[in-house]
């Protein structure tokens, strides 16, 4: 017998040595991406020294002894953890992701060049004042501290060669409009209720998106053409927005609510938050507490801009929530037939602005076959509308452009955001928010007088005719705007005898409210929930304190469902699976925790639903022809008006299957043939057992990775995915993608929560839904995803300077003078 050992020694030596001294090197170097926390570092910028003292879960807390030293650390703070978040953002804002991703990201280059973003964010820059500007200054003098050191970049950079260019101030901006693009979608709603009336006719249109009274629309259908491929394919661009970089889509919006001290432990209020974004992977927000002289304030910041967007200072606590304000206009141009830089306007033809923009895009892999290619020339034509967003298709005869209050270049939103982190009153609170535009947000208030509010804020146009629903023409000034409704006229409360404020996206004004804010509210379940527990709560005399907000934060609770349950009871099952099944909804009580086989029943028998009522009449080219995402997001996302309205017996004509003219079918047999459907699918989804389909075997929370969510094994480093609970309505919300062969992904929910105890404000807590780190390397890259799924919130320190713990020195450049 002939022994191994020598050829194994061969190997080891060999192979498996050089192979593991590589890695260790690699991941020596790869370390000192990672950010210093102790030591002392010159920045020049600084006037005086700064202490940054990082938390066992990766907060800082910087105390300095001015304010511009504060945002000068904020920027190096948020270039040691996030510089590429930072990066990737300012590159999608600006249309520069093509430099660095090749051609597969041209055509989001062209439409975020086509929108503008950093142009309107440049002209922004001007019309800020001093504090603001120099706020900015100062971040960006941060951010390029760190960048001029001598370290290694974080793993992407290394993986797309690559290196950041110097951060400015209209990058910050350029990242506030992102913000506002990812709560502000209605432009993709018009060009889908547009397909559906000319597919449907505007009655069934209307049943099928119950928004409102639908007189108009005939009058404005006989001049409104948009072409059904352009309407396909720039519902497609926002689906790729959705996808591929994380940007608006279903479930963005937020909870918010305070109470009074009249129904809390201490006798002041309590104020909770928890903005509903992509689960991405850095969360969308970092949390951290900057201290100088008059600036005080602690809770989330967004990285890339320098101050607290939702938190608390010295004086007061806020918290927001996406007012689903309507601030998007499509309109119809009719352009020159022999001159496709003119377009007609109120009886003549007018030049367009036309902007010639170059998009460098870089060859595709391998590095090494890699040469410099000529920059593509970019055509962007505006009108007095704004960009035409159809141009990115291609030229259409008909062209589509975009009036949006975020490109409005007067756009001092920024200094609006600043301006909370130094309100001490509610006057001075609401004040500050005069000067916001967008994205258009609904604010909570607390201060330690005792006082409560609810403030909208944002830049609402007043339309001179028609509702913001569908596309309008543009050769007429018919459909203009007229200003923008009166900030002092925008819904506000302030200390109600209810004790009580609760914001979710639902409407925020009563009926007779004199102002069209929007068409498209979300629905109310989650508002309706949040109030419903605080109610019973005050009912019963129990005074609310912190546990009390933070559990209610996870509820899982779906009220939408009661809006079934009578249908559903009524229903004759036909087979002994379906009586089984209609056993299980018949006993669940609507918690859609991950451990509930009825969430996963009802769910999805409710999209099956929906599908059954609907798909025979979606036949039409409009909606088949090309891309078909409009008609899958028709068909897996439940409307829960329209299903109300057809288990009630009011819509029972859609129950009829119009594909079988021998026969009628109602409204239980169509229900029935959904549970089948729903029944096979879970089958094939889950273990084929009824007892095998709790909800969190088919429900997931994806936290994606920008870039390489999609790319094998790297994608195994990058992103997180976990089983979880909630859904669409809950107030743990939780919308899903269906998908057939990985069942419900959630890529929405809660990206920061926040409770805030006025009487205290060291008795507050708050918590990302990852970590505080963008570096994969670091172990706070996802910490933070246990905790945030068990509802334990980070204690939010509100301290003087320390001394006990370890901290990194910020110095300046020179010894300062006093």
Not at 410 to 428: C, I, K, P, V
Not at 529 to 553: C, M, S, W
Not at 664 to 690: H, Q
């Amino acid at each position: 017998m002939f022994s191994n050992k020598p050829m194994l020694l061969r190997f080891v030596l060999g192979i498996l040595l050089p192979l593991t001294a590589l890695a260790v090197a690699s991941a020596a170097y790869l370390a000192r991406s990672l950010p210093a926390q102790q030591g002392e570092i010159r920045i020049g910028a600084l006037q005086f020294p700064v202490q940054v003292v990082r938390d066992a879960a990766g907060v800082p807390h910087l105390h300095a002894r001015t304010d511009r030293d504060a945002f000068v650390a904020m920027g190096y703070v948020h270039a040691q953890d996030r510089l590429w978040q930072m990066e990737m953002q300012r590159r999608t804002a600006q249309g520069r992701l093509s430099e660095v991703l090749g051609s597969k990201a041209l055509r989001t280059d062209q439409l975020m060049r086509t929108l503008g973003l950093a142009r309107s964010a440049s002209a922004a820059l001007t019309h800020l004042n001093a504090a603001a500007r120099d706020s900015l200054a100062a971040y960006a003098e941060g951010v390029n501290a760190w960048l001029r050191e001598d370290r290694v970049l974080p793993l992407e950079f290394t993986l797309l060669d690559f290196a950041p260019e110097p951060w400015r101030s209209e990058d910050s901006l350029a990242l506030l409009k992102l913000m506002a693009l990812s709560l502000g979608g209605n432009f993709r709603e018009e060009l889908e209720l547009d397909m559906l009336v000319r597919e449907l006719g505007p009655r069934l249109a209307s049943e099928l998106h119950p928004s409102g009274v639908w007189g108009e629309i005939d009058s404005i259908r006989t001049v409104s053409v948009i072409e059904a491929r352009f309407g396909r394919e720039l519902i497609g661009l926002a689906d790729d927005l959705e996808r591929r970089l994380q940007l608006g889509g279903k479930g963005a919006g937020s909870n918010a609510w305070v109470v009074s001290g009249a129904h809390t432990v201490s006798g002041l209020p309590l104020l909770a938050n928890d903005p509903h974004l992509a689960t991405q992977i850095p969360s969308v927000w970092y949390l951290a507490e900057l201290h100088g002289r008059d600036l005080h304030a602690t809770g989330a910041t967004l990285p890339g801009l320098p101050c607290v967007i939702f938190g608390h200072n010295r004086q007061v606590a806020w918290g927001g929530a996406s007012m689903q304000a309507d601030v998007q206009d499509l309109y119809v141009e009719r352009v020159h037939p022999r001159d496709d830089q003119q377009y007609e306007y109120a009886g003549r033809w007018r030049d367009m602005q036309i902007i010639e923009e170059r998009i460098g895009v870089r060859p595709e892999f391998p590095s090494f076959l890699r040469s410099p290619s000529a920059p593509l020339t970019w055509r962007v034509r505006s009108t007095l509308h704004g960009p035409l967003l159809s141009d990115v298709i291609e030229i259409a005869q008909f062209p589509v452009a975009l009036r949006w209050t975020a490109l409005d270049e007067d756009d001092t939103s920024y200094q609006a955001l600043l301006g909370l982190n130094y309100a001490a009153t509610w006057q001075a609170f609401a004040e500050a928010l005069a000067q916001h535009v967008a994205p258009a947000l609904n604010f909570v208030y607390a201060d330690r007088a005792g006082n409560i509010g609810l403030l909208a804020a944002g830049r609402i146009p007043r339309r001179r005719a028609a509702d913001g629903r569908l596309p309008v023409p543009g050769w007429n000034d018919q459909y203009e705007w007229q200003g923008a409704i009166a900030y002092q006229a925008l819904p506000r409360e302030f200390n109600p005898a209810s004790g009580v404020l609760v914001t979710a996206n639902n409407k925020n004004h009563p009926d007779d409210y004199p102002f069209l804010v929007s068409t498209s509210w979300a629905p109310p379940y989650r508002a309706q929930r949040i109030a419903e527990v605080i109610g019973e709560a005050v009912a019963r005399g129990h005074k609310l304190e912190f546990a009390d907000f933070a559990k209610l934060q996870g509820d899982v609770q779906d009220t939408q469902s009661r809006e079934q349950t009578p249908f559903l009871a009524s229903l004759q099952p036909q087979s002994s699976r379906q009586r089984e099944a209609l056993a299980v909804l018949a006993a669940w009580d609507g918690n859609s925790g991950a451990d509930a086989v009825g969430a996963s029943i009802y769910h999805t028998w409710l999209r099956h639903f929906q599908r059954v009522l609907i798909e025979d009449e979606l036949r039409g080219e409009l909606l088949f022809a090309g891309r078909s995402d409009a008609l899958q997001s028709l068909l897996d996302s439940p409307n829960p008006a329209f299903l109300k309205q057809v288990s009630e017996g009011r819509l029972q004509h859609w129950c009829d299957d119009s594909r079988t003219a021998q026969r009628r079918e109602d409204c239980a047999s169509s229900a029935l043939r959904a549970l089948d459907s729903a029944l096979d699918e879970l089958g094939r989804l889950a273990d084929p057992r009824l007892s095998g389909w709790d909800w969190g075997t088919l429900h997931h929370t994806k936290w994606s990775h920008s870039v390489f969510a999609d790319v094998p094994l790297l994608d195994l480093l990058f992103n997180r995915v976990r089983a979880s609970g909630g859904d669409e309505y809950t107030v743990n919300v939780a919308p899903a993608t269906f998908s057939k062969s990985k069942g419900y992904e959630q890529f929405f929910g809660a990206t920061y929560r926040q409770v805030i105890d006025v009487a205290d404000w060291n008795r507050s807590g708050f918590i990302t839904n990852t970590g505080q780190s963008g570096n994969v390397l670091s172990r706070h890259y996802d910490d933070l995803i246990a905790r945030h799924v068990r509802l334990v919130l980070l204690p939010m320190r509100f301290d003087a300077r320390s001394t006990a713990e370890p901290a990194l020195w910020l110095q300046p450049a020179q010894q300062p003078r006093h």
